[in-house]
């Protein structure tokens, strides 16, 4: 496999080949099964350490040990956000989407989600909810949440 290397870095480099991907099994670690099994439930939690809460779970508290589960119930805010006009491909979108790092006001860290709202009324630090899939829909990964809305404090 030899990569195509360009001295501009703003090119994308390709490396022709194929990569074995099947053969490889991603262990999220305990916390990040809680934190599947918890947007099963249509909650979110992260790992607590002392008196941190980090969202997502960590594997491990920055001293090394394990911490414990904690529920992060919010308040959520946009703390920055982008909106897309185009597909992957380059083609319009038929409707601009919002995509925002949003961060629990009780843990430390964020989520990278969609936000159902205009793009003309998006702010950071507007307040914002989670918005889950009904339970039958849920599968314990990240797209369970549907989006995160603006709550009634917008």
Not at 31 to 38: Q, R, S, T, W
Request: one cysteine or more; charged letters at 25%.
């Amino acid at each position: 496999m030899n990569a195509q290397w360009s001295k501009n870095p703003w090119n994308v480099y390709k490396f022709p080949g194929r990569m074995e991907v099947e053969k490889y099994v991603y262990t999220p670690g305990l916390h990040g099964l809680e934190f599947a099994k918890a947007l099963k439930e249509g909650r979110i939690v992260g790992t607590k350490c002392g008196d941190t809460v980090y969202v997502p779970p960590t594997t491990f508290c920055p001293d090394m040990s394990r911490g414990e589960v904690a529920e992060v119930l919010g308040p959520w805010y946009i703390e920055s956000y982008t909106i897309v006009y185009e597909s992957l491909d380059g083609k319009p979108l038929e409707k601009p989407v919002v995509i925002a790092v949003i961060a629990p006001e009780d843990a430390e860290g964020a989520l990278v989600h969609y936000v159902d709202a205009d793009p003309d009324e998006v702010y950071i630090g507007m307040p914002v909810e989670p918005v889950f899939k009904p339970p039958e829909e849920r599968s314990g990964n990240i797209l369970d949440i549907l989006h995160f809305k603006p709550t009634a404090q917008s």
